[in-house]
């Protein structure tokens, strides 16, 4: 989706209320991926720790089928994120990293509730209304079935395309949130260290 024409520079150079950031960050340059492997073994090494701590324990099926949903639906929210921040800091002439950063702040603040919402409707919709068999949130039937983890995992997706569709949308209505998200970060001048606090945000 474009966004709107008053945070695209005119030609001749940038205009003078949003300034190109000559030293933006590079959310796919060496340092950002190493940061990325970095965390993602993390989130991995926490999820086996609370799997230690649960009681009682579910069984390994079970829990890799309802991680491996977290850790798919991760994925393509960050991959989206990465997408619209790249996309967007080209088209604006921002910082990749403000666009990244304000998805992030939107994602873990109103798009938990959106999720939530769009979820649970689904959720309801197909199993309860339709009657529909494998749709029912970490239930995957006796013996555990795979086509009931792709079916909860493709409503899940489904949930998260929802939201960033409408974070997508609230960019485009309210230009302003951009000078909001340099202002939270303009703390931060070294952009190593600013990546490294933005890819551990949504630890």
Same mark, same amino acid.
């Given at each position: 989706m474009p966004l709107p024409a008053a945070t695209i520079p005119p030609e001749g150079g940038p205009p003078e209320d949003y300034p190109v950031d000559q030293t933006s960050c590079q959310l796919l340059g060496p340092t950002a991926l190493i940061v990325q492997g970095m965390m993602g073994i993390v989130v991995i090494a926490s999820l086996l720790f609370k799997r230690q701590r649960e009681k009682p324990k579910r069984p390994w099926r079970i829990w890799l089928f309802d991680v491996s949903k977290q850790i798919v639906g991760q994925m393509f929210v960050h991959g989206v994120n990465v997408f619209i921040s790249d996309v967007g800091s080209h088209r604006s002439a921002g910082n990749a990293c403000v666009f990244y950063f304000l998805n992030i702040l939107l994602d873990t603040t109103? /798009?938990? &509730? +959106?999720?939530?919402?769009? @979820?649970?409707? &689904?959720?309801?919709?197909?199993?309860?209304?339709?009657? +529909?068999? /494998?749709?029912?949130s970490g239930q995957y039937? #006796?013996?555990? #079935?795979?086509?009931?983890?792709?079916?909860?995992?493709? !409503? =899940? !997706?489904?949930?998260?395309? #929802?939201m960033k569709l409408l974070v997508v949308a609230l960019f485009a209505l309210w230009p302003g949130i951009?000078? @909001? /998200?340099?202002? +939270? +970060? #303009?703390?931060?001048?070294?952009?190593?260290? $600013?990546?490294?606090?933005? =890819?551990?945000?949504? $630890?």
């Open positions: 109103i /798009g938990v &509730a +959106l999720i939530y919402l769009v @979820l649970h409707i &689904a959720t309801w919709a197909l199993a309860e209304k339709l009657m +529909l068999k /494998g749709f029912e039937g #006796s013996p555990p #079935s795979f086509k009931f983890w792709i079916r909860q995992a493709a !409503v =899940y !997706v489904f949930a998260l395309t #929802s951009f000078k @909001l /998200g340099e202002w +939270l +970060l #303009s703390w931060l001048g070294n952009d190593d260290v $600013l990546q490294v606090i933005l =890819y551990a945000l949504p $630890l």
